[in-house]
């Protein structure tokens, strides 16, 4: 299934943490990496523990999933050491330089699956995969990458834009500068050639609802499956510009419909338009993802 909204939460805010059962989205990232100060790490660990406490996988309402520091990071070990017990869903990898990285984490994994009795396999990975100019040069990469642990690939415009010297990712009329949109569509690639979702990036302005819900269903028609966030007020809107609408769901059925009805034909046509298997992939797509999400 896939999610449509990732919301951000500092690790150790316990005030934020206890706003996530009042907010609808999909999945939370409780983040240890840059909203925590440097010195507040092993707190945040510790409230990480507590948090969990009473949030069975079984019994959640959204998936929890947890940012970690970078692999080359003096803190991540620690993290996984404390994290993996608690269950979460699944892991976000900050400044994954290339596959080789989410195989080394995937390494961790099984080992820390293995000792707390945990099914290998359990513990999904959410690489960020634009945050370094290597990693941007290496995106084609995952398309010869396999692994069921991946849930998908996402990206960022913030760190690649330092990391290059850039004074700013924006262009003259504020839109995203034409080197971050190269990124933004390497990163959809990347995760169609691998089969996963393509988690689009975070909008800065929390408080532009309309400019929030014309860029995500734009991006949902681009292929991206959700859509990162940074503040509660986001995840409503992203919500509803990810979920397919009425008029969407209907031609799906209809394709898919028409095709079973003519089992042997490889195009049909319904309403003036021809349609192939693409379109009956991308329709059984459109169908699941609204009937998993439009009771709630």
Known sequence: MSLRSFLFVPADSDAKLAKIDTTPADAFILDLEDSVAMGRKDFARGVLADFFVDRSRSDRKSQLWVRINALNSDHVLKDLAAVIPLRPDGLMLPKA???????????????????????????????????????VLRL?????????????????????????GASTNKNATGELDFTYQMARSQTLFAASAMGVNAVDTLLADFKDDRALLASSRASRSAGFTGRLAIHPAQVSVINEAYLPTQSE???????VATFEANPDLGTVGIGGKMYDMPHLTQARKTIATYEAFASL
């Open 97 to 135: 330089a290339s596959p080789i990285c989410v195989q080394q984490l995937t390494h961790y994994l099984e080992i820390l699956e293995t000792e707390h009795e945990i099914e290998v396999g359990q513990t999904q990975i959410l690489p960020l995969v634009t945050e370094t100019p290597e990693a």
């Open 140 to 164: 084609a990469e995952y398309a010869r990458f396999k692994s069921q642990r991946v849930y998908g690939l996402s990206w960022g415009a913030e760190d690649l834009s330092a990391a290059v």
């Open 249 to 255: 769901v209907q031609l799906a059925r209809e394709i």
